[in-house]
């Protein structure tokens, strides 16, 4: 039987896919932090040059002749040009008119006073650039010269660096995030290892082990085993009690009846009257009919109790098999029918012999019920691969076709038993207790000549 729970997900998936998504966004901002720093000493180093180169430029400025001359520095633009090969520009104004440079090429004032020097990012004859312009202060005798020196640059070098950094910080933070995956799994592994433990220790028990759990676990799922623990301890007292209850029954309610039975086979025989002895004939059968029932359900309680608690040895089939039929020897003495048992010793199995003697004793005591008055009752013991196989064989009507599916279910019998005392538990009982040894149950008629065939199926130990 597969034991089926309701999963709501689960928690080594969870916890994985939450490390995961925060290795990602780990990773994400290291991408984004290492490109803004990087573009960030990218431009602040492209500044200092373009200061450098302006403030050269700046520094040649003179007042000559009446006017402002600007002896323009080779130095001045060449630490551009040694840097990259960006195209480099230049203009210089005297009180806002053009004195030398790129005419077209736009002019920024500090933003505040106190600042000589201001930047921009801008197109120029279809290139992004980055321009600094600075300002300085001439004395003339008409009065103060402002000239302005703006130089910019072309950012394609800029630009070509920061896709290399792009990359490898792409690569930085997929490396990182893969090392970051494979940390989280691990851990989530070593997280949820203490609850496999806990379900393998307890799975690996036998039914009748209700002992407490006793291994170490975090604090977390200290709750867990010490309800675990109380359920099995509730659990362990619901089970005795239970069979102490079968046990009780058992006795109670057989034996009144038999006694009951006793008593009206002696009045039986001291009644002479016809109507009389009609009554207490249909009284004794009944009385049979609620004693095997009764037997029978307790019989199945039992059987449905044990198969949960198996007690588990090694049993010979055939030595078992000779024990079940000296108890039903009496009875089939009475009939005038013969048990008999053939077969050589089999392969032990491993299996509960209390249960499988009541499953053998159900299926041959109804094979006396069944076989007709002076007939025999046959067990043969054998194997068929890895099986070890006991059957039953009668000489009575067999079973119906159309019911023999379905003869081990639950109190259904076939439509040719209606006439004799049963319950509908004997094949429910033995196929029962086949399925807990991890076998089935065959039912068929024998073949070229009447009767029916029950067959146990075990495996070999």
Same mark, same amino acid.
Not at 57 to 86: E, F, H, K, R
Not at 220 to 241: C, D, G, H, I
Not at 420 to 435: D, K, R, W
């Given at each position: 039987?597969?034991?089926?729970?309701?999963?709501?997900?689960?928690?080594?998936?969870?916890?994985?896919?939450?490390?995961?998504?925060?290795?990602?966004?780990?990773?994400?901002?290291?991408?984004?932090?290492?490109?803004?720093?990087?573009?960030?000493?990218?431009? &602040?180093?492209?500044?200092?040059?373009?200061?450098?180169?302006?403030?050269?430029?700046?520094?040649?400025?003179?007042?000559?002749?009446?006017?402002? /001359?600007?002896?323009?520095?080779?130095?001045?633009?060449?630490?551009?040009?040694?840097?990259?090969?960006?195209?480099?520009?230049?203009?210089?104004?005297?009180?806002?008119?053009?004195? /030398?440079?790129?005419?077209?090429?736009?002019?920024?004032?500090?933003?505040?006073?106190?600042?000589?020097?201001?930047?921009?990012?801008?197109?120029?004859?279809?290139?992004?650039?980055?321009?600094?312009?600075?300002?300085?202060?001439?004395?003339?005798?008409?009065?103060?010269? &402002?000239?302005?020196?703006?130089?910019?640059? /072309?950012?394609?070098?800029?630009?070509?660096?920061? &896709?290399?950094?792009?990359?490898?910080?792409?690569?930085?933070?997929?490396?990182?995030?893969?090392?970051?995956?494979?940390?989280?799994?691990?851990?989530?592994?070593?997280?949820?290892?203490?609850?496999?433990?806990?379900?393998?220790?307890?799975?690996?028990?036998?039914?009748?082990?209700?002992?407490?759990?006793?291994?170490?676990?975090?604090?977390?799922?200290?709750?867990?085993?010490?309800?675990?623990?109380?359920?099995?301890?509730?659990?362990?007292?619901?089970?005795?009690?239970?069979?102490?209850?079968?046990?009780?029954?058992?006795?109670?309610?057989?034996?009144?009846?038999?006694?009951?039975?006793?008593?009206?086979?002696?009045?039986?025989?001291?009644?002479?009257?016809?109507?009389?002895?009609?009554?207490?004939?249909?009284?004794?059968?009944?009385?049979?009919?609620?004693?095997?029932?009764?037997?029978?359900?307790?019989?199945?309680?039992?059987?449905?109790?044990?198969?949960?608690?198996?007690?588990? /040895?090694?049993?010979?089939?055939?030595?078992?098999?000779?024990?079940?039929?000296?108890?039903?020897?009496?009875?089939?003495?009475?009939?005038?029918?013969?048990?008999?048992?053939?077969?050589?010793?089999?392969?032990?199995?491993?299996?509960?012999?209390?249960?499988?003697?009541?499953?053998?004793?159900?299926?041959?005591?109804?094979?006396?019920?069944?076989?007709?008055?002076?007939?025999?009752?046959?067990?043969?013991?054998?194997? &068929?691969?890895?099986?070890?196989?006991?059957?039953?064989?009668?000489?009575?009507?067999?079973?119906?076709?159309?019911?023999?599916?379905?003869?081990?279910?639950?109190?259904?019998?076939?439509?040719?038993?209606?006439?004799?005392?049963?319950?509908?538990?004997?094949?429910?009982?033995?196929?029962?207790?086949?399925?807990?040894?991890?076998?089935?149950?065959?039912?068929?008629?024998?073949?070229?000549?009447?009767?029916?065939?029950?067959?146990?199926?075990?495996?070999?130990?």
């Amino acid at each position: 039987m597969t034991a089926i729970s309701n999963v709501s997900g689960s928690i080594r998936r969870r916890l994985t896919l939450q490390l995961l998504g925060i290795a990602a966004v780990l990773a994400a901002l290291l991408f984004i932090m290492v490109m803004t720093f990087a573009k960030q000493v990218a431009e &602040e180093s492209q500044d200092n040059i373009l200061t450098a180169s302006a403030t050269s430029i700046l520094d040649s400025a003179a007042i000559q002749g009446g006017g402002v /001359t600007v002896d323009i520095p080779y130095s001045a633009l060449s630490m551009l040009g040694n840097v990259s090969d960006d195209r480099v520009f230049y203009r210089v104004t005297a009180n806002g008119k053009f004195l /030398t440079g790129y005419k077209g090429l736009s002019v920024t004032k500090p933003g505040r006073k106190q600042e000589r020097h201001s930047f921009m990012t801008s197109h120029y004859m279809g290139e992004s650039i980055r321009m600094v312009s600075a300002t300085r202060r001439l004395s003339y005798a008409s009065g103060p010269v &402002e000239v302005t020196v703006s130089v910019a640059q /072309t950012l394609k070098r800029q630009t070509e660096t920061l &896709e290399r950094i792009s990359t490898s910080a792409f690569y930085l933070g997929f490396g990182f995030f893969i090392a970051a995956a494979i940390l989280g799994v691990l851990s989530v592994q070593s997280a949820v290892k203490p609850i496999q433990i806990l379900a393998d220790s307890v799975s690996r028990r036998g039914p009748q082990d209700l002992r407490a759990v006793q291994a170490p676990v975090p604090g977390e799922m200290a709750p867990l085993v010490v309800a675990l623990n109380r359920f099995m301890e509730r659990l362990k007292k619901s089970l005795t009690r239970s069979e102490e209850f079968i046990a009780e029954a058992a006795h109670r309610v057989r034996t009144p009846l038999a006694v009951l039975r006793t008593q009206a086979e002696i009045a039986l025989r001291r009644v002479e009257r016809p109507e009389n002895r009609a009554s207490l004939k249909e009284m004794i059968r009944a009385i049979d009919e609620s004693s095997r029932a009764a037997g029978q359900l307790l019989d199945h309680a039992m059987v449905s109790f044990r198969t949960d608690h198996l007690e588990v /040895t090694k049993i010979d089939l055939l030595e078992l098999g000779r024990e079940t039929l000296e108890r039903h020897q009496p009875l089939a003495e009475m009939q005038d029918k013969t048990l008999i048992i053939e077969g050589e010793t089999p392969p032990p199995v491993s299996g509960d012999a209390i249960l499988i003697q009541n499953a053998l004793s159900n299926i041959i005591d109804n094979a006396i019920k069944y076989a007709p008055f002076g007939e025999d009752i046959k067990i043969r013991i054998g194997t &068929e691969g890895h099986w070890v196989v006991v059957s039953v064989f009668d000489q009575g009507e067999g079973f119906n076709e159309t019911d023999i599916k379905h003869l081990t279910t639950r109190f259904s019998r076939g439509g040719n038993a209606e006439n004799t005392i049963g319950s509908g538990l004997g094949l429910t009982i033995a196929e029962e207790v086949v399925q807990a040894h991890g076998g089935y149950l065959k039912l068929s008629n024998r073949k070229n000549v009447t009767g029916a065939c029950v067959s146990f199926y075990f495996p070999q130990s």
